[in-house]
């Protein structure tokens, strides 16, 4: 089974921040790659989906980027906000038909 | 609809009872999911649809559990004889098309005691 790890488990920063939260994967052979968020006791937000033939996908002040070859992907949250601080959540889809997801990084950021 | 919706939202059973957990995906979505997570885990893979056939269900713990979307729209997820280590939140998504974007409802939170 595809394994996927998302680093740090958890994180604290001050507003105002740019931070870079991180997710690897084992097999490189994906179709794409998806970054949800999740705030407490809701379902998940899509935020971004990176095609296995893109290497990057922008939306507001989220960038996320993909590197098939290392296995790895990074959401980078521009000017992070209050209203930032959720889980996010890596994804990775092969061939099949299930999301392969990370555990999460859970984000806090204080006024 | 405007997004997924599934119901209850919270679900208490005793050990031993059965329940079932209702996923309304969101209109014209083919494809249909359901995911379980524990607490502080990502999502696990259960089972998926294609319209009304059951394509994949190499994700369902044991065969207490049983999901069905007769009808290629609305889908249920069933679960047999409940046991402890079956609370958890089920989430269900849909997305069009099978690569694309996945949508997800906000979940059942399943506690059995």
């Known amino acids: 089974k595809q394994e996927v790890t998302q680093i740090p488990a958890a994180l604290s920063v001050p507003e105002g921040e740019n931070l870079v939260l991180n997710c690897s994967f084992t097999d490189s052979a994906i179709y794409n790659l998806q970054w949800f968020r999740q705030d407490p006791g809701k379902g998940l937000t899509s935020l971004l989906l990176i095609q296995s033939s893109q290497r990057e996908q922008t939306s507001g002040r989220l960038n996320a980027s993909l590197d098939k070859s290392s296995g790895r992907s990074t959401l980078y949250i521009a000017a992070s906000q209050p209203g930032d601080s959720a889980t996010y959540l890596c994804a990775v889809k092969h061939s099949g038909y299930a999301l392969n997801f990370g555990k999460g990084t859970s984000l806090l950021v204080t006024p | 609809g405007a997004g997924v919706s599934q119901s209850p939202r919270y679900k208490v059973a005793k050990r031993g009872q059965d329940v079932a957990l209702r996923c309304d995906p969101i209109?014209?979505?083919?494809?249909l999911f359901w995911y379980q997570q524990a607490l502080g885990q990502g999502p696990e893979f259960l089972t998926y649809?294609?319209?009304?056939?059951?394509?994949?269900k190499s994700g369902l713990p044991s065969d207490r559990f049983f999901a069905e979307r007769p009808e290629g729209s609305v889908s249920t997820l069933k679960i047999q004889r409940t046991q402890q280590e079956d609370s958890a939140v089920y989430l269900c998504a849909s997305s069009y098309p099978l690569a694309g974007e996945l949508f997800f409802g906000e979940g059942s939170r399943l506690t059995v005691l």
């Open positions: 649809f294609q319209n009304e056939a059951q394509l994949d």
């Open positions: 209109s014209g979505h083919v494809s």
